[in-house]
């Protein structure tokens, strides 16, 4: 069983397009958007109609709560004051720019999906079970994943939110991080995705990048008004 989340597309719709193809191109058998669709890139309408169209399954992201319901601060955290600053101007963007019909139907995704397969529990969320914006890093302590794995009775726990991927092995399950298909941060500007691997009770992960014009995403975001800041992130993966 060949499961491709992938998350944090943040209104980039090259790069959503580009995951798909790549998903497309292999053998996977269930696709899941880990949240957090729209917000600082360009088209914000395009990313979440495609999803739409596509039928495929997504949790409810901090960004997509916050533009759904019309919030003054999107549930990030800001390293300093210009962040902060910047980080209104996407918001405010983003709700000026998404339209009434895609506002509602961000505000009614679940937090939370769940399946079986293999005879593991999944459990997909945007940031953590306990908050939709927590962050859950590769350096969060294994303790506290492994209570998040315990308590919510999964034993593979996929979220997003951090923007960088990664695949923790714990006494209690999993815990896998997808990463981004649309504001990478991990230090190179192609977007990405993980697939897990399940069979018979063993998991194993495959994150993968995939190159796409970036270049033409972030000449849409300077020429949509948005803070030139957000052009640099995706011309070069860093904040
Ligand atoms: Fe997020």
Redesign the pocket.
């Known amino acids: 069983m060949k499961i491709a989340v992938f998350?944090?597309i943040h209104s980039n719709l090259l790069g959503l397009k580009a995951v798909l193809d790549d998903i497309n191109k292999k053998n996977i058998n269930k696709v899941y958007c880990a949240?957090?669709l729209v917000g600082y890139g360009p088209r914000p309408n395009e990313v979440i109609e495609l999803l739409r169209q596509k039928e495929i399954p997504t949790v409810m992201?901090?960004?997509d709560d916050a533009v759904g319901n019309m919030r003054l601060v999107?549930?990030?955290d800001y390293k300093d004051e210009k962040a902060m600053k910047l980080g209104e101007r996407s918001i405010s963007w983003t709700k000026e720019n998404t339209s009434e019909e895609n506002k509602s139907w961000l505000r009614e995704l679940p937090q939370q999906i769940t399946f079986t397969a293999e005879g593991l529990r999944f459990l997909i969320v945007?940031?953590s079970p306990r908050k939709?914006?927590e962050y859950l890093f590769e350096s969060t302590p294994g303790e506290y994943l492994n209570d998040l794995l315990a308590e919510n009775s999964c034993d593979v726990l996929i979220c997003?939110?951090t923007?960088l991927p990664y695949h923790n092995k714990l006494e209690n399950g999993h815990v896998v991080n997808v990463g981004s298909a649309g504001k990478p941060k991990h230090g190179n500007p192609n977007v990405n995705y993980a697939v897990i691997n399940a069979a018979e009770k063993n998991v194993s992960v495959d994150f993968i990048e995939v190159a796409y014009d970036y270049e033409t995403t972030a000449k849409e975001i300077e020429e949509a008004g948005l803070p030139g800041e957000f052009a640099d992130i995706i011309r070069t993966g860093r904040t």
Do not use: E, K, M, P
């Open positions: 998350a944090d949240g957090d992201g901090n960004y999107c549930g990030c945007h940031g939709l914006n997003g939110h923007h």
